[in-house]
């Protein structure tokens, strides 16, 4: 019926509609954000691990933090696993969120902001002290109508930024003199190469001597040399912005490196699962070409043996093109592919599973079931010592939808009881 009603309302009253929406629950709230100092974070990947980095910056540093994100909702004290499966959830929500943060006594509040919510109007109405942009790659084309369109929706955000506001800026990243062009009070950039100090930026966060080891990741910025428990490349990159967002909250350095060390895991983005196995198990959120392609690149240069890959795609129609490219990447790198369910919604899993086997190479072992918790059972099965399972598209998520119905569900979860069934 919802898919119905889309089709033959015009759009550019579905598009009133969320406007009215955003407007009224600003109202009804009483416009809560302009009592806080509101962080707005975008960018295809990135923003969870930046946004959870920086709100533990800022706790350690003794402020009061509230935050919005794919991995959590958090108000002061209070914390629980985002059981939507919105990142940006409904815009009343938000601006209740919003408005318990301020009677909590919050002083930030930190929001992931997505392409598909500012398209539906969520970011409007709140009162952006400062925005960061991650990085860019293509994702939600369908829903958009093109990258193009994607990038824009994404610098809708930029053009909300309050008139003093500041904006913070992956330099490296290809898309970078889009998000510049926008006006801010300050510009910072963040970047791991030296050559990007040459774009206009009023402030430019350099990463040095990057190290990516198999237990972390090391860098100096600012004469500081920063030890992580994250890996990967790319958590350098979200260190970076994580600083950047800090130093220009007037946080001391020395507390910035104490909090972002004092990080052990990002939760569901490459979290290790440990029940005294001999071979090494990973959960990470991973659902579009570009995040694979830099998990399966960061396994590979940590694995001794095979490389098992459990994985699906979410239905409902979204971005269909990119289920044959996850195929494709994944056989690149895997010893064994299992593909699965991974929220079918209204599509049928297999038509889902038989558009990603369309990708994988002929040479590579695969099968297909499209129960999950039989799929992570056979994965775990099948390693051996010094293997690597990798169990994508989940993350953090507490549910999975199948069909109108949504059930209980956590690969972390499921993946230590099924490890405690093997190895009890």
């Excluded at 629950?25 to 946004?51: D, E, H, N």
């Excluded at 002290?129 to 994607?150: D, I, K, Q, R």
């Excluded at 929706?153 to 062009?181: C, E, P, R, V, W």
């Excluded at 979200?238 to 490196?257: D, G």
Aim: hydrophobic residues 40%; positive net charge.
């Amino acid at each position: 019926m919802k898919d119905l009603l889309k089709k033959i309302i015009p759009k550019f009253l579905i598009n009133w509609y969320h406007f009215f929406l955003t407007f009224l629950g600003a109202v009804i709230y009483g416009f809560p954000s302009k009592k806080l100092k509101v962080i707005g974070i975008t960018g295809t990947k990135g923003k969870s691990t930046t946004l959870y980095l920086t709100g533990k910056v800022l706790e350690g540093a003794g402020c009061k933090v509230g935050w919005i994100s794919s991995l959590s909702i958090k108000v002061a004290d209070k914390e629980w696993l985002n059981p939507y499966h919105l990142t940006m959830p409904g815009r009343m929500f938000i601006q209740k969120t919003l408005r318990e943060m301020v009677k909590n006594g919050c002083e930030y509040a930190l929001i992931e902001v997505t392409s598909e919510g500012i398209k539906q109007h969520r970011h409007n109405f709140i009162n952006f002290n400062t925005v960061v942009f991650t990085n860019l790659a293509p994702e939600h084309l369908e829903a958009h109508g093109g990258f193009e369109n994607y990038k824009k929706a994404k610098g809708k955000l930029f053009k909300a930024l309050k008139k003093n506001g500041k904006s913070i800026i992956n330099i490296d990243d290809s898309n970078a003199d889009y998000f510049l062009q926008f006006k801010a009070k300050e510009k910072t950039g963040f970047s791991i190469r030296p050559e990007g100090k040459k774009l206009k930026v009023d402030k430019m966060i350099l990463g040095a001597d990057c190290k990516v080891e198999k237990t972390g990741i090391s860098f100096i910025a600012k004469n500081t040399r920063f030890y992580l428990n994250l890996l990967g490349k790319f958590n350098i990159y979200n260190a970076l912005s994580a600083i950047s967002i800090c130093l220009s909250e007037k946080i001391s350095l020395n507390k910035i490196k104490s909090g972002l060390e004092s990080v052990k895991v990002i939760p569901g983005r490459m979290e290790e699962i440990n029940e005294g196995q001999n071979f090494r198990v990973f959960v990470d959120l991973a659902h579009t070409p570009d995040s694979f392609k830099q998990v399966f690149k960061l396994v590979k240069s940590i694995s001794h043996g095979k490389i098992i890959s459990v994985f699906g795609s979410a239905g409902g129609g979204r971005d269909k093109w990119k289920r044959p490219e996850l195929g494709k990447i994944a056989s690149l790198y895997s010893s064994h592919i299992i593909l699965t369910n991974e929220d079918p919604y209204n599509e049928d899993p297999i038509s889902i599973i038989e558009s990603i086997e369309k990708g994988i190479d002929n040479s590579i072992s695969f099968e297909k079931i499209i129960d999950r918790r039989q799929a992570i059972n056979q994965a775990l099965s099948l390693a051996k010592e010094n293997d690597i399972v990798l169990f994508l598209g989940k993350g953090t998520e507490i549910t999975m939808v199948i069909g109108s119905n949504k059930i209980s569900w956590d690969d972390r979860r499921v993946v230590k009881e099924e490890l405690r069934k093997l190895y009890a």
